[in-house]
């Protein structure tokens, strides 16, 4: 009973991919679904403050893939789940890279993404038990 | 517009990418702290090595 409870209280019950899912979708989410409060914090911080200084550096949001290279960088955007869609229909990022600040935002909104990715598939390991 | 330098750049990239590394990669807090500290070191010190490299090679 107490096992049960305990599992309840820190999430460990229900939909197995939720962590992950959620993870994908805000950044850090899928920790604090798991009650890893601190650890979610970071990890949206990091991830929320990489995406919004590529923006602010008018990093190029990939909008579609005309080539191998876009489509990788459209992969690794549509990592920040919501985010790329808000920063899509907001309308966010430039269209054509001019400066160099803003082919370095482009790297950072790009590297926010495959950094959700790993923050979402560690919130998977803790909800599966493989990491503690 | 943000505009930072290409060395703040360097260490926003850095900062960012390493407390990542260190939440997802290891266990416990402590070995956290220091792999994202050694991820960090790692980072920006191949930057100013590689940096230091370019500019030899340039003159």
Redesign the interface.
């Known amino acids: 009973m107490a096992t049960a409870q305990n599992k309840k209280a820190s999430g460990e019950t229900g939909f197995l991919y939720l962590p992950l899912i959620a993870g994908w979708l805000v950044p850090g989410a899928g920790h604090f679904l798991l009650r890893k409060w601190f ?1 979610g914090a ?2 949206s ?3 929320f ?2 995406f919004a ?1 590529g923006i ?3 990093g190029k949001v990939y909008a579609g893939a005309h080539d191998i290279l876009e489509l990788l960088g459209l992969a690794g955007d549509l990592g920040n789940g919501l985010l790329y869609i808000v920063s899509r229909v907001l309308g966010l990022g430039a269209d054509q890279i001019q ?3 803003a082919d ?1 935002g482009t ?2 909104i790009v ?2 993404g495959l ?1 959700n990715v ?2 979402a ?2 919130a998977h390991r803790l909800r599966t038990g493989r ?2 | ?4 330098s ?1 060395f703040a ?1 360097v260490v ?2 850095a ?3 390493s ?3 260190g ?2 990669q290891r ?2 807090p402590r070995r956290m702290v220091h792999y994202g500290l050694y991820c960090f070191v790692l980072f920006v010190g191949s930057v100013v090595v590689l940096s230091w490299l370019m500019f030899l090679i340039a003159r």
């Open positions: 650890r970071l990890l911080a990091s991830i403050g990489m200084i602010a550096m008018q400066v160099t600040t370095y790297r950072f590297v926010a950094l790993i923050a598939v560690d990491k503690a | 517009m943000f505009k930072p290409h750049a926003l990239f900062l960012f990418a407390m990542v590394f939440i997802t266990e416990t």
